[in-house]
């Protein structure tokens, strides 16, 4: 079946009505944040602003991890040893929040999401090169989307790169204390978009059967 991109266009749009309710895990981390900043700020004075927005930043981040470790290592599991699935999980989650109780410059904590972009697109990109769908699968194990992972995984290629771009254009385009509230609804909007993405493919796919 043929479709021309205005109607692509519109079909992407209209997945986004009726959106399902949201779940903790993509707004509370925001809140830390968005709290926590202004706390520590005056807290700390206006001389260590940087420190301010460095520290609130771990919080939120650490909040968001703790919420995503579960379901981390059970995606790790399909694909490695309990052990490796282990010591990549730690090592995921870890490593960022190191990177950034070292550092007091928030330009650190702006790059730490484009490198989580960068690492998942990249993930997926070995997955497009080598014709493999189990990270795809990871995400999406149900049997229904079997037929789907293929296309998925292109998708979720598109999807990092593009949310890349968007956050080095707000690093660019805002002030950091601005950046920060387009961190804390970043979740909302990714997973919004990501829903929309899946359903699009979703009814690609169903139209090119038909």
């Keep these: 079946m043929h479709r021309t991109p205005f109607d692509l266009l519109r079909l992407f749009l209209s997945l ?6 949201l779940s903790r895990a993509l707004y509370l981390p925001g809140a830390v944040l968005l709290i926590g900043y202004p706390v520590l700020s005056v807290a700390l004075g206006p001389e260590q602003g940087g420190q301010a927005f460095a520290t ?21 599991l399909t694909r490695y040893s309990v052990a490796q699935a282990v010591v990549f999980a730690v090592l995921f989650a870890g490593l960022p929040l190191l990177v950034v109780a070292m550092v007091d410059d928030p330009l650190w904590c702006q790059r730490m999401q484009s490198a989580f972009y960068v690492v998942i697109a990249g993930v997926f990109l070995q997955d497009v090169l080598n014709k493999r769908v189990s990270t795809a699968a990871s995400f999406w194990p149900d049997a229904e ?28 385009a805002v002030d950091p204390s601005h950046w920060l509230l387009f961190w804390a ?13 899946v359903l699009t493919v979703i009814n690609l796919d169903a139209g090119h059967e038909a």
């Design 16 to 21: 986004f009505q009726d959106l399902p309710p």
């Design 56 to 76: 609130a930043f771990l919080l939120a981040l650490a909040v968001r991890v703790g919420m995503g470790f579960e379901g981390m290592v059970r995606r790790m």
């Design 145 to 172: 989307m079997a037929e789907h992972l293929p296309n998925l995984t292109r998708m979720m290629v598109v999807y990092n790169f593009g949310f890349l771009l968007l956050n080095e254009t707000m690093i660019r």
């Design 185 to 197: 609804v970043l979740p909302i909007i990714g997973h919004t978009v990501l829903r929309a993405m």
